[in-house]
Antibody, heavy 116, light 108 residues
Framework: QVQLVESGGGVVQPGTSLRLSCVGSGFTFSSYTLHWVRQAPGKGLEWVAVISHDGSTEYYSDSVKGRFTLSRDDSKSTMYLQMNSLRAEDTAVYYC?????????WGQGTQVTVSS | EIVLTQSPGTLSLSPGERATLSCRASETVSAIYMAWYQHKPGQAPRLLIYGASSRATGIPDRFSGSGSGTDFTLTISRLEPEDFAVYYCQRYRFSRWTFGQGTKVEIK
């Protein structure tokens, strides 16, 4: 089954860290550029970051630049989002996703709540 | 930075009616980089249209996309009960994705 599955979300305090994972299956993971997109409560979709298929290039939104870091381990078909210095405004459902083509892969999302 | 503005914010229609959703970009966008998604609560966003007018795999032909330059449109020819959801336009490049704020299509 072709899918992306996120994990690692939870409830954390402001200023702390969390690492999200996105595991792919049913396709050649190493061929795919992958993105993170989030949706805060009551808000729309917000792009977060992207990592190239070979892990050589990353881009981040201004809202997370310097705090979040992407990496990938193609031997495990897994992409990671290391989130540091978390803020209340980072509270959201985080999705990993592939670019829109004939088929676009999106995970079901993982909830991150930053609260004291 | 490009801004996508969707209108209307909410569209109240009955099953069987035609829905026309608009997405306006703050600057000219290449049509090959425009997409539309459907999003329902608790579910992953579902790609409907890519390249402004190409339907993604498995998308019914009642969904169609059009447009160029700064103005893009998603049309649902006859609304089915499962079509009531929030719709987002997206401009995608390798280095950044930009989403509109969404249009909610609700049952009248």
């Amino acid at each position: 089954q072709v899918q992306l599955v996120e994990s690692g979300g939870g409830v954390v305090q402001p200023g702390t860290s969390l690492r999200l994972s996105c595991v792919g299956s049913g396709f050649t993971f190493s061929s795919y550029t992958l993105h993170w997109v989030r949706q805060a409560p009551g808000k729309g979709l917000e792009w977060v970051a992207v990592i190239s298929h070979d892990g050589s290039t990353e881009y981040y939104s201004d809202s997370v630049k310097g705090r979040f870091t992407l990496s990938r381990d193609d031997s495990k078909s897994t992409m990671y989002l290391q989130m540091n210095s978390l803020r209340a405004e980072d509270t959201a459902v985080y999705y990993c996703a592939s670019p829109p083509r004939v088929v676009a892969l999106w995970g079901q999302g993982t909830q991150v709540t930053v609260s004291s | 930075e490009i801004v996508l503005t969707q209108s209307p914010g909410t569209l109240s229609l009955s099953p069987g009616e035609r829905a026309t959703l608009s997405c306006r970009a703050s600057e000219t966008v290449s049509a090959i980089y425009m997409a539309w998604y459907q999003h329902k609560p608790g579910q992953a966003p579902r790609l409907l249209i890519y390249g402004a007018s190409s339907r993604a795999t498995g998308i019914p032909d009642r969904f169609s996309g059009s447009g160029s330059g700064t103005d893009f449109t998603l049309t649902i020819s006859r609304l089915e009960p499962e079509d009531f959801a929030v719709y987002y336009c997206q401009r995608y490049r390798f280095s950044r994705w930009t989403f509109g704020q969404g249009t909610k299509v609700e049952i009248k």
